[in-house]
């Protein structure tokens, strides 16, 4: 009987962090089967990025406990953090580029961790390094940006070369904390497009953090959303609807200013009147 690996590729579970006096993870639990694409949605200081450092083990809950590949993440020495960390690659809303060097420079950075000793120069790689490198640049469509500068490029190709430099690590996770958040629309639909069509091919597991409800329902398989620290939504995205996500926030709202502040930053225009109406009564439109 030939066995197959059914252990889901994150299981973070009863998952608690406090800051000082700030809880910012209350209770969480979140599974991600392997291959799957979950956008995490949630406002600003609703936990996304503290979720996202505790599965790559930059943080260690007050509270439960957060597998990772079959390993207990907080329980990790150092080197075997590392090891980990080979196998799961992040990217972030600022990229995060050396923006003196050049992209190819930039992408051979990922295969480091792979790599003994600091390497100075592009000559300093493996030639075998290289060529993955230009491979997935080619990928991402930059091949031709190759020796430029990194910081000669838009903010959607600077991401897209932060994509390319996650792919030298061969990931079987990619963690995206907010990776649109700084770019215009077309760029941003691009780099989500690029990632969805890396995952598919790869086989790869991602989870994303987003704040627009546009983008999440038209990208990720599954939608958790996060408020305040705690889950209030995980649900898969096919056939959730705006104002199912936009019920959820509003119930947070006691205030129309506080409503129009959720909708602007969901990138939602459309919230109803009687939405409004029903927050600016207070009580009747506010915590349920
Ligand atoms: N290192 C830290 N020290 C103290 N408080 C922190 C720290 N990291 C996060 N917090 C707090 O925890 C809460 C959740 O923050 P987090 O950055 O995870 O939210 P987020 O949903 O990612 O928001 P944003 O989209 O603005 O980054 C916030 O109240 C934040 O101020």
Redesign the pocket.
């Known amino acids: 009987m030939s066995t197959t690996t059914t252990s889901p590729a994150i299981r973070v579970s009863g998952v608690t ?1 406090h ?2 006096s ?1 809880v ?2 209350r209770d969480v639990d979140l599974t991600v089967s392997r291959g799957e694409v979950v956008v995490l949605l ?10 996202l ?1 505790h599965i790559d083990g930059l943080e260690r809950p007050t509270e439960g406990t957060v597998e990772v590949l079959e390993v207990q993440v907080p329980k990790l020495k150092a080197t075997e953090l590392r090891r980990l960390r080979g196998r799961v690659a992040m990217i972030f809303q600022q990229f995060e580029l050396v923006p003196s060097l050049t992209v190819l420079e930039n992408v051979l950075t990922g295969a480091l961790a792979q790599l003994r000793g600091p390497r100075l120069g592009l000559w300093a790689y493996p030639r075998s390094f290289r060529q993955q490198a230009l491979v997935h640049l080619d990928r991402v469509g930059l091949l031709e940006k190759a020796y430029q500068r990194a910081d000669q490029l838009s903010g959607g190709q600077q991401q897209r070369v932060a994509i390319a430099r996650a792919l030298m690590q061969a990931p079987e996770i990619l963690l995206a ?2 990776p649109v ?1 700084s770019l215009d629309p077309e760029s941003s639909d691009q780099v989500m497009r690029l990632i969805r069509e890396i995952a598919a091919d790869d086989g790869l597991t991602v989870v994303c ?1 987003l ?1 627009q409800v546009d983008l999440a329902l038209g990208w990720g398989d599954r939608i958790v959303g ?1 408020r305040h ?1 705690e889950v209030v939504l995980n649900t898969p995205a096919l056939g959730l609807s705006k104002e199912q996500v936009m019920e959820i926030y509003g119930r947070v709202a006691t205030t129309t200013t506080e409503l129009t502040a959720i909708e602007a930053e969901l990138g939602i225009a459309e919230l109803t009147g009687a939405r409004r109406d029903g927050a600016s009564a207070g009580a009747d439109g506010g915590q349920r």
Do not use: I, P
């Open positions: 962090k800051f000082g700030t910012a993870l949630g406002l600003s200081g609703s936990g996304k990025s503290t979720l450092r904390d907010e958040a953090s704040h996060l620290g």
